[in-house]
Structures are given as C-alpha cells and as structure tokens.
C-alpha cells in the first residue's frame, strides 16, 4: 500500500514510495521492484548499482513512467507522475530526459535535427530550436558535427548528441539507463566529465543506472544498491564503498580473485583508507609472525577523492603463526575480514 | 495495319497503363498506409495496443489477399459500376486494382514499419512525444528507405494485375496483348506489348532502388 508519509521536504526532487512493479506471467508473477523508498535531492547525481536483473532498470524506467509500477506512488518535484493523465504525463516527460545505452537516435536526422525534434514536438518555432540546438551542441563539443548524421559518428559522440538532445527542453532531471556501458573506457570518462559539468553547471539532477562500479566512483554523490527488486544499501558513495554491509555490495565490489578462494583455508580481507595504504603493514606482519603469508590479491582504488586498499591474504597453516600475524593486524589502524570461498559476507573480526 | 498505326495504338495502351497503375498505387497507399501503421501499432506492447483491432485487421487483410484478382474484379463488378458508373475501360479498373492491392501495401507498411528500432520510439516517448509525433515524426521517416523499396515493388505488383484486367474489358497494354496478340493470333503486337512491360518494370525497380538509396542517410 502507498505509504501516507508528510509531504517531502522542499529539496527533495524524486521521491519514490514504496514502489512495487509485479509482471505477471503464465508461470507466476515476476517480482521485478519489491518495495522501493528512495529520495533523491536536487542537484545529487545518483547512482543505483546493482547486478543485471536486479530490477535498476525498470525502477528508472517508471521515473519517467515508461514503465508504471504496480504499486506505490512517485513524487517529482512534489508532484505525483502516476496519477497524471496524458497530456500532462507528456509535459511531466520534458522536465525529465533520459539517455540510453543505445542512444536511439533518429538515424535518417541530422545531428542538429536531432537536438531539435524534442523542442519541435514540444512546439517551439524552427528558428529559437535551431538557435538552441546550436548552443547545445557547442556545450557538448559537437558544433562542428551539426550537419553530419549519426550514421557518420562514434559511438562516444552519439552519446554526446543523445546529451544535448536530453537538455532540449531544460530538464530539471536526466535520467541515464546504463548510458557508458556501450562505451570504451576513455569514452566514458570523457561522457562521465560531460556529465558531472552538466550538473554542476545547470543544477540538472542526474540519476544513473549502471552494473560497473567505476562510474559510481567517479562521478556519484550518492548511491543505492539494488537486489531483487530491493534497495540493499544507500547512502553517500564514500561511506558504502568503505563500509559495506550487506551481501548485495559485497558481492559487487569483491574482485575476481575472490571468487576463486583457496578451499579449506583461512584467508583475510584487508581494507585499507587513506595514507595506511602505503604502510608496509603486510612486511611488518610476516616479520612479526616469523612465517610466510601468501597475497592472493590486492588493489587501490579512488573512491570519491580518497584511497582505498584491499588486499587479501591467505593466512598459513600453522596456527600458532596464523594467530600471531592476526593479533599483529589487530593492532594497525586496518580493518580485516575472515573470508572464505563459500561465505561471500565474511566476518568482520576486526573493525578499525 | 500500318507501323503508325501500331506505335500509336501501343503509345495509347502505355499511357492508360501507366495513370491506371499511378492512381491505383496512390488509392491503395491512402488506404494501406494508414491500415499498415494500424497493425503495427496496435500490436501487443506498443504505442495504442489493441488486440481485437489488431486481429481483426489483420484476418481482413489476409482474406481479400486471399481472393484471386481476376474473382475479385468480377466480384466487385457492381460496386465498380455503382461507384465509377461503369465496370469496363482503364478508369474503372482503378476500382479492383485499388481493392486488391491495398491489402498488399498494409502489409508492405508494416514490414517496413516494423523495422524501426523499438529504443528509439521509446526515447521519443521519453521527450514526451504524442502517438500522432511518433508515427509522423519518428515511425515513418525512420523506415523511408524501406517504405520507398516496399513501394516499388507494390508498384511493379499493381502493374501485372492491370495487365490481367485487359481480359474482362479493363483498358491498357494488358488489353492490347490479349484482345490483339491472343485473340487475333499477332505475335509480333503480344511481343511488343511484352517488351513494354518489362522496360516498364525496369524503370520503376531502377526509381524504387536509387530513391531508397538517396533517402537512407545511415549508409554514408
């Protein structure tokens, strides 16, 4: 049932309350969105992760009502997008663009048509379109392309067209459904920058669906991640990706390595921030336990303007020398994990 | 019979031929594009889905495809007469040649339509696109190269069936060939009229294919 809550406060932008999206089918009904409360602030951009199938992309779907939820209600920008009728439903749609994977651009328009055919459908004069379009195209670095159709361009570029195209109508939000995931990884860093200069630049309130953790790192304030149509975990990008709780975001960010742990063995995450990075902690703990302890993996990423390390050793197996190399990791300012090849969770057994 | 008067009685079939198979073609595209952009949309999962609409039309179509031309030009005979005032001459053959062919042109519609990707209609949705900007702005433009191809063989089509209305008093080369070549056994006008035929066929398959190829701009 639709939650009665008071009304969001002022600088909510999306709110979405307890949102479900059941389809139904001849072998039972599929459970794609299963109680979604999410609120998004203006001026965010929004990351929601998760594994393919768990249901990111119908939720971003029905924020633009492309697909409608079961039950539930949806609020943008203080208004309920679920109870409108068609005509103001259309009007909603050009204050919320979208991008996609695969761009969907009119391939038998130019690339200055293209810009112009939301504003031509919202009825604005050929002339102030093409003016528009002009700017627009200038801030996506594609002046020069006007007249070329998309036929003619990378894929990089299309996406730039489907950007600009998007910001036609002045949109308040834009809504990206896995719109780097067709994209090398210069492209998308390149289209990720573009991103985050828009939002910085026009105040737009950017959501972004996507499986690749990088994108989430590089450019999200915040981030939901999603699970069988649940949201798992959510909160600031920083704090998740330091502290993840739950199974569902440990799952995303472990590495390879990690699913392929030695069986029957006691293995360790080690989860360095900041400057202990570049402490020789695993020199000093082989040295304190007097036994050779074997790196199954490490690796430093940037997460949100801060470094973070995670190394992960397998402990050996004598066990006096195993304790000791745990008691001196206990005493550093790291926080370790008992992992092993069958429980992905892990027991925190030491919290820094 | 004169060399003269041959060219000109072939010069007077050609340019019957030719306004019966254009007015035709331009009637079953005003009738078959429409029904066409129909079927497509109101398929189950797009822009206006409506099954009852959807089958209907679509066993409609199949059963006048269905009918051989030459039963269904008798057959509609009366209506012919009832609207064109007479049921024989090139002018009244409109009428079966647009009856018969403009089951052909929705389904010729349809394929073309059919071809435009699903992402893009859903991305001019997203811009908040009316069902009427879908279809004229995005469904149709999209799938001009197809559509244009899908024209001419509809084209090419219509012109074999007039030939086939010159046997039961329809106007045109198809007359010429049967009431001349076969009936007064001259060999030399059925050739004739055959060679016409098929130059004609040439030149609208050679506009159909250049034309498509000058619309489609996801080639260059």
Redesign the interface.
């Known amino acids: 049932m639709p939650s009665e809550r008071p009304a969001p406060s002022g600088n909510v932008m999306i709110d979405i309350q307890g949102v479900k999206k059941i389809y139904p089918s001849q072998a039972g009904d599929v459970v794609a969105l299963d109680g979604i409360d999410l609120a998004i602030h203006k001026g965010d951009i929004y990351g929601i992760i998760g594994m393919s199938g768990a249901g990111k992309s119908t939720l971003i779907r029905c924020i633009n009502r492309l697909d409608s939820p079961t039950e539930g209600r949806i609020l943008i920008d203080g208004q309920n997008i679920l109870t409108m009728g068609d005509k103001d439903l259309r009007r909603m749609r050009r204050t919320v663009a979208m991008i996609f994977q695969q761009f969907n651009l009119l391939m038998q328009r130019t690339v200055l048509r293209n810009v112009c055919f939301p504003m031509e459908i919202a009825g604005v004069s050929k002339a102030q379109a093409h003016k528009r379009a002009k700017e627009l195209l200038e801030i996506v670095g594609l002046a020069e392309k006007a007249d070329a159709y998309p036929a003619q361009l990378s894929g990089g570029q299309r996406q730039r067209v489907a950007i600009a195209r998007a910001l036609a109508t002045d949109p308040k939000v834009l809504l990206c459904d896995e719109a780097t995931s067709a994209l090398d990884p210069m492209t998308t860093q390149a289209i990720l920058s573009l991103l985050q200069d828009i939002n910085k630049r026009l105040g737009i309130t950017i959501v972004i669906i996507t499986h690749e953790m990088a994108v989430i790192r590089q450019i999200c304030t915040r981030v939901a991640i999603i699970d069988g149509g649940r949201i798992a975990e959510k909160g600031n990008v920083r704090e998740v990706f330091a502290n993840p709780r739950t199974t569902a975001a440990k799952r995303l960010f472990r590495t390879t390595a990690e699913e392929e742990l030695p069986p029957g063995k006691r293995c360790l995450r080690l989860i360095f921030d900041d400057n202990r990075t570049y402490e020789p902690v695993v020199a000093g703990m082989i040295l304190a336990s007097g036994v050779p302890v074997n790196i199954l993996s490490a690796n430093i990423q940037t997460v949100a303007g801060q470094q973070r390390g995670q190394m992960l050793v397998e402990l050996p197996d004598d066990p006096e020398g195993a304790e000791r190399a745990l008691s001196y990791l206990k005493g550093k300012q790291i926080s370790i994990e008992e992992v092993n090849a069958d429980e992905l969770a892990g027991t925190i057994v030491h919290d820094r | 019979m004169s060399w003269q008067e041959l060219l000109s009685m072939i010069g007077n079939g050609l340019w019957e031929t030719c306004y019966m198979v254009l007015f035709s073609t331009l009637f079953s595209y005003a009738i078959g594009l429409p029904l066409g952009v129909l079927l497509v949309i109101t398929e189950r999962g797009h822009i206006l889905p409506n099954a009852p609409v959807n089958s209907v039309l679509g066993t409609l179509i199949n059963v006048l495809r269905s009918v051989p031309f030459l039963i269904l030009m008798i057959a509609v005979i009366p209506f012919t007469r009832l609207v064109m005032g007479t049921a024989i001459g090139s002018k009244a053959t409109i009428m079966p040649l647009t009856i018969a062919a403009f089951p052909y042109v929705a389904r010729t519609v349809e394929t073309s339509l059919k071809e435009v990707?699903r992402?893009?209609i859903?991305?001019?949705?997203?811009?908040?696109?009316?069902r009427m900007?879908i279809v004229l702005?995005?469904m149709i433009?999209?799938s001009?190269?197809s559509l244009v191809s899908g024209a001419a063989i509809a084209t090419t089509n219509i012109l074999g069936y007039s030939a086939m209305a010159g046997a039961i008093g329809g106007g045109g080369l198809g007359a010429l060939a049967i009431n001349y070549g076969y009936y007064r056994y001259r060999t030399d006008i059925l050739l004739v009229v055959v060679v016409v035929l098929v130059l004609l066929v040439q030149v609208i398959q050679l506009i159909g294919t250049r034309s498509s190829r000058l619309?489609?701009?996801?080639?260059?």
């Open positions: 990707d992402g893009v859903e991305a001019a949705q997203s811009m908040g696109a009316s900007h702005k995005v433009p999209e001009m190269p619309v489609d701009h996801r080639l260059k």
